[in-house]
C-alpha cells in the first residue's frame, strides 16, 4: 500500500480522485497515509528543528 501512497503523492490528485482512480477504498488508503507519515517522519525530523541562540 506504501507504494500507492508514494504514487498518490506524485500524481498530484487528491486522496479521493486517486482511490476512485485506482478502485481503492478512501478510508483505508488514508489510514495507510498516516501509516507512511509516520514511519517516515525520522526523515524529516533533522530539518524540522532549528537551534536558537539566546542573547542575554
Same mark, same amino acid.
Given at each position: 500500500? #506504501? =507504494?500507492?501512497?508514494?504514487?498518490?503523492?506524485? $500524481?498530484?490528485?487528491?486522496?479521493?480522485? @486517486?482511490?476512485?482512480?485506482?478502485?481503492? +477504498?478512501?478510508?483505508? #488508503? $488514508? @489510514? $495507510?497515509?498516516?501509516? @507512511?507519515?509516520? =514511519?517516515? %517522519?525520522?526523515?524529516?525530523?533533522?530539518?524540522?528543528? %532549528?537551534? %536558537?541562540? +539566546? @542573547?542575554?
Amino acid at each position: 500500500m #506504501f =507504494q500507492h501512497v508514494e504514487n498518490w503523492k506524485r $500524481s498530484g490528485l487528491t486522496q479521493a480522485f @486517486y482511490c476512485e482512480d485506482q478502485n481503492l +477504498k478512501a478510508p483505508t #488508503f $488514508s @489510514y $495507510s497515509v498516516l501509516k @507512511y507519515q509516520r =514511519q517516515n %517522519i525520522h526523515l524529516d525530523s533533522e530539518s524540522a528543528f %532549528i537551534t %536558537i541562540k +539566546k @542573547y542575554s
